[in-house]
């Protein structure tokens, strides 16, 4: 493959496109990620996963603070890519770095935009129930997510499926998507289509806590894809005899006359609770203040509940 390719991205999601390039035996002179951060206790600088793949791939690594620096926007141009990969980078470019590659500077995004611009499409295509969603190489603009469509690739939403297993299967798919976009470029045959705006199209705005609390007066349906969307934070929860559970799986149960919140069964299957319209929650994975994710039924062993 003879274009020169610079990548930039910093988490997992970004590890399997970047693997992809690599396997498809795309030319990556250089790859752009986040600084090393410290976590845990012990605040160990820790690199980003695509650092840790890059340098097993024997790739040269940079960890600017800022793109918008002068000298970061010479280092690129004197690389002389010719294509610019952009996943989950996580930070807005300038339009100087954007014009620099010979033919374009292309960004994964994970969903059919112009549906769910912004940084959670994945969590919000499951929060909203949808049977399809996909992923969208897009030539890089300004603007947040509001770049020229250059292919979309889609793929069905199993109904149980949260966000986390959804995110993983993405992350493949957007590394097939990137290698066929860059054939495209340098075959020459790379189209480009205008995105469509409208009050149709949700933004996906960033997720937060306000989110968790479980409102049993609405729809088993909608609480069962609040539990798979919010999959792996801030997760799903609601309070039973003054304990706050997460809840990390759930499936619609059978009909029932009693009132939103009131707790019908509690046994080996699961914990039902009666919902809005007239149909229960069966919640059959979660994970009380201070313990362990486990099968509801395991957790019942120890913590009875009361039924009714």
Not at 50 to 69: H, L, M, N, W
Request: hydrophobic letters at 40%; a neutral charge; proline letters at 7%.
């Amino acid at each position: 493959m003879s274009l020169r390719i610079v990548f930039m991205g910093t988490p997992a999601f970004a590890v399997a496109t970047l693997r992809r390039l690599v396997e498809d035996k795309w030319n990556i002179c250089a790859v752009y990620t986040g600084p090393d951060k410290p976590k845990n206790r012990g605040m160990k600088l820790l690199p980003t996963p695509v650092k840790e793949f890059a340098v097993t791939a024997g790739i040269q690594v940079y960890q600017p603070v800022s793109c918008r620096d002068e000298a970061v926007l010479d280092q690129l141009r004197d690389l002389a890519p010719d294509v610019i990969v952009v996943a989950a980078y996580g930070k807005l470019l300038p339009e100087a770095l954007l014009n620099i590659p010979r033919l374009a500077t292309i960004n994964v995004h994970s969903s059919i935009l112009p549906q769910y611009r912004g940084a959670a499409p994945i969590n919000w295509a499951v929060l909203n129930g949808d049977e399809e969603t996909g992923v969208t190489i897009q030539y890089m603009a300004p603007q947040l997510d509001a770049g020229d469509i250059l292919l979309v690739k889609t793929t069905p939403i199993d109904p149980q499926e949260d966000a986390g297993e959804l995110y993983d299967r993405l992350a493949v798919l957007g590394g097939e998507a990137a290698s066929e976009a860059l054939a495209r470029l340098e075959a020459g045959t790379a189209g480009r289509t205008p995105q469509i705006y409208g009050p149709q199209y949700q933004y996906a705005s960033m997720l937060s806590r306000e989110m968790s609390p479980m409102d049993f007066t609405r729809p088993a349906r909608e609480l069962v894809n609040q539990v798979r969307g919010l999959i792996p934070w801030p997760c799903a929860s609601t309070d039973v005899a003054g304990v706050r559970w997460k809840v990390f799986r759930a499936h619609v149960g059978g009909g029932t006359a009693k009132a939103p919140g009131t707790i019908l069964s509690a046994g080996q299957d699961g914990i039902a609770v009666a919902c809005g319209d007239g149909k229960s929650l069966v919640i059959t994975q979660l994970q009380a203040d201070g313990g362990r994710r486990m099968a509801a039924g395991d957790y019942l062993r120890g913590h009875p509940v009361e039924v009714g």
